[in-house]
T-cell receptor
Framework: GAVVSQHPSWVICKSGTSVKIECRSL??????MFWYRQFPKQSLMLMAT?????????EQGVEKDKFLINHASLTLSTLTVTSAHPEDSSFYIC?????????????FGPGTRLTVL | AQSVAQPEDQVNVAEGNPLTVKCTYS??????LFWYVQYPNRGLQFLLK??????LVKGSYGFEAEFNKSQTSFHLKKPSALVSDSALYFC??????????????FGKGTMLLVSP
């Protein structure tokens, strides 16, 4: 199957700093990527849909100015958590969608564990 | 709105016994249903999907799922559980967003614990 990578796999930062998480599709082009957030022992919640060359579409309740998404190329999307606070600590997972030939199947990255002190 | 429900927070089974992880769905139109597995601090791994066709879908690692339209269910099954199957399992349904894009909406997850 298609491979999606994330970097870093874990990060610890001080409150008030910004953190950038990269999501790459390694062996396919992804015009659409998704960013999810997962709290401990809970499900994945969709944060935003990232589209190459255009602005991301955010889900209700997600702060656009806090979670900046850039999809600069067909293989890279970035999520920047600005002015991070302890409540932003979570597991962030990206997903890239393959249009052909896999029925719009989504492949998931390994996730990034963010801890804000 | 499309949604899936996983009624069990946790399923316990002894190694070698059959396992079932339950999922019910609520969709308008034809459902596209998926099962994923997540190991600790890892992303999701695809197990299987139902799009159309045979109601019994076979997937990775010996798992299978049965699509039942009358009961709106898509339960995950395996004839003989392994300790290494212990993980968090998510049922998901393809959802169309207000933006027009489609993505996956997940159930809350079911922790499967297989004892030796």
């Amino acid at each position: 199957g298609a491979v999606v990578s994330q970097h870093p796999s874990w990060v610890i930062c001080k409150s008030g700093t910004s953190v950038k998480i990269e999501c790459r599709s390694l062996d396919f082009q992804a015009t659409t990527m998704f960013w999810y957030r997962q709290f401990p022992k809970q499900s994945l919640m969709l944060m935003a849909t990232s589209n190459e060359g255009s602005k991301a579409t955010y889900e209700q309740g997600v702060e656009k100015d806090k979670f900046l998404i850039n999809h600069a190329s067909l293989t890279l999307s970035t999520l920047t958590v600005t002015s991070a606070h302890p409540e932003d600590s979570s597991f962030y997972i990206c997903s890239a969608r393959v249009v052909f030939p896999s029925y719009n199947e989504q492949f998931f990255g390994p996730g990034t564990r963010l801890t804000v002190l | 709105a499309q949604s899936v429900a996983q009624p069990e927070d946790q399923v316990n089974v002894a190694e070698g016994n059959p396992l079932t992880v339950k999922c019910t769905y609520s969709v308008s139109g034809n459902p596209y249903l998926f099962w994923y597995v997540q190991y600790p601090n890892r992303g999701l791994q695809f197990l299987l999907k139902y799009i159309t066709g045979d109601n019994l879908v076979k997937g990775s690692y010996g798992f299978e799922a049965e699509f039942n339209k009358s009961q709106t269910s898509f339960h995950l099954k395996k004839p003989s559980a392994l300790v290494s199957d212990s993980a968090l399992y998510f049922c998901a349904v393809r959802t169309t967003l207000n933006s027009g894009y489609s993505t996956l909406t997940f159930g809350k997850g079911t922790m499967l614990l297989v004892s030796p």
